[in-house]
Each structure stands twice: as C-alpha cells, then as structure tokens.
C-alpha cells in the first residue's frame, strides 16, 4: 500500500453471485457511499432484467451510477471512467473510503488503469455494421472481424456482439487494428485501490442464476421486455436479459426456450466474467457469505497503510 489517503474497495466478480449484498454490508460498515460497475443498470428503463438493486436496499446507501443514463445515451467505458472519478471524489468529500460494485470487467479497468484514446466513428458506418448483424447474426460479425483485424480477433471478447461491433467498426473507419490504439499506459490514481472478489462453486453459482431468471419471470420479466419492442435496436438492449424475448415475440422461439437461452446465456456470461477477473492477480477472492472475513481483512490492510 501506498501512503495515499484515500481508498476504494471494488467488489467484482459473476452475475448472481452475491456482490450487490455484500457491498451494501461494506458501505454501512464504513459509512460511505456505492459506485455501481455495471454497464445495464445505470440505464432508468432497464430493471427487472438488469438485477437492478431493489428500492429498499437502493434506501440503505447512496449508489451511483444506478438510474443514472438512458438507454438513448451513448455509455461506454470511457464515459463511466469520468463518471465514476467524479463520484468518487465526491465521495471522498467526507469519507476516506469508497466502495464499487459490479461485474462489468472493462468499466472496472478503466476505473482503474484509464482508457486508451479510441477513433471517432462516422455514424454511417457504425450504422452499416449494425444493419448487417440485424440481418445475418453473430456468426457474421465473427467472420468479418476475424476476416478484418485477424490480430485482435484472437484476444477479442468472441461471444460478445457489442465489443465485436464496437471492433469492427474502427478497423473499418481507420484500417488500423484494435491493437493499434491499444496502448495499455496505465494512469496513476490518487487514491489506493483494493479488489475483492466473491466466488462460488460453479454448480451453485448456475443453480443461483437459473432460479433468478424464474425470480425474474415472476416479477414481470416478460412484460418489461415487451415493453422495451421499440428500442430493442438500440445499444444498451443487446444484451442477456432481453435480446433473449424478443426473438420469443417475434415468433421465432417459444417462451419456453427464450427462459432456457436466457439462463443459458447468462451462465455462459457468468464464466466469462469469472475468466476475466482471474487474471487479475490484484483481486483477493473470497465466498459471498464471509462479509465478516472481508471486512476484518480490510481493516488491517487499512490500519497497516496508516502505520506504514
């Protein structure tokens, strides 16, 4: 540790596993606020199918980050970075410690290390490539990416059609690939940084996530996702949760096989995320129900920065 004054603790890890609760017990312990590290829920329109933090525990501790976009907005990881800086240092107005949640892996890395300078896009373009997967899927854009940019292709995010878009559309608009303006320069934060992890085995994880999205259909799943039919081109609706129903309403599957890709996709994306946070070595990893452990754990890294 650092002799930095100030600290933020990032609760990180899958969907499902817990972290929303866990955070909320840190922030009362220490009497501070929450960021919220998640791409969906800052969206006001996305709820149900986001796992948005419900109202009561909303009440227990300021977050932010949370309701704070539309879906009509461009958010991205560079916007976040900005935000979630400012709220810290907000935050750190009358507290020396923050907290952070979520399971977005690259929102949480540009918190940390910064994001590297990306191209502007002609909206033309992005507009073109997004028409073509509209029409021909995912399997195309995997094609022309790894036609395209062969490079980056094999450390891209493969089953993501956002990233792949987002991808897709620099190497076309500059004919340079991704790697090209990833630069990896880290910037330096004034304020420490300590990066907890929750895990659970994977059959227990998977069984958490099958019985949210029934959770999730009981509470009006459904309904939030037809609802949402006129913006379902937009952004922010390519995503697990919805993506999934609205091929259920337009009568390409029944409501019986949308519920089983939903949960299907959301464990597929739970390994995804547990890949990603593996391999940061900074992220100390414990079970969601040890709050008691992180926060003893805590307090001596904290007291051990003040003596040092």
Not at 9 to 22: D, E, N, R, S
Not at 81 to 89: G, I, K, R, V
Not at 242 to 270: M, P, Q, V, W
């Amino acid at each position: 540790m650092s002799d930095k004054k100030n600290i933020v603790v990032i609760v990180c890890g899958p969907t499902a596993v817990g972290k929303t609760a866990v955070a909320i017990e840190l922030a009362k312990y220490f009497q501070t606020q929450i960021i919220s590290a998640d791409s969906r829920q800052c969206f006001n329109e996305l709820n149900i199918g986001v796992a948005k933090p419900s109202l009561d525990e909303l009440n227990l501790v300021t977050h932010h980050f949370i309701n704070s976009h539309s879906i009509h907005e461009n958010v991205n990881a560079g916007v976040f970075e900005t935000y979630a800086l400012n709220a810290a240092n907000e935050i750190f107005q009358y507290s020396d410690i923050a907290v952070m949640v979520g399971g977005t892996g690259l929102y949480i890395k540009s918190f940390c290390e910064g994001m590297d300078a990306m191209p502007i896009i002609d909206v033309s373009i992005r507009a073109k490539i997004k028409h073509h997967y509209d029409s021909n899927g995912l399997m195309w854009l995997q094609e022309q990416l790894q036609l395209k940019d062969p490079v980056f292709w094999h450390t891209a995010e493969q089953q993501n059609p956002h990233r792949l878009m987002r991808a897709l559309e620099i190497v076309e608009a500059t004919g340079q690939s991704n790697i090209y303006f990833r630069k990896g320069d880290k910037q330096q934060r004034n304020f420490d940084i300590i990066k907890i992890g929750l895990t659970l085995p994977r059959d227990m994880l998977y069984t958490r996530i099958n019985n949210r999205v029934d959770t999730m259909m009981e509470q009006g799943l459904l309904k939030e996702a037809e609802n949402l039919i006129p913006h379902k081109s937009l952004n922010a609706l390519q995503t697990v949760g919805y993506k999934e129903f609205f091929n259920y309403f337009d009568g390409s599957c029944t409501l019986e096989n949308a519920i089983e890709e939903l949960k299907k996709n959301t464990r597929h994306y739970a390994k995804r995320q547990m890949t990603w946070f593996k391999k940061d070595d900074a992220v100390q990893w414990f079970q969601p129900n040890e709050v008691a452990v992180i926060i003893e754990d805590l307090v001596s890294k904290m007291n051990s920065k003040i003596s040092n």
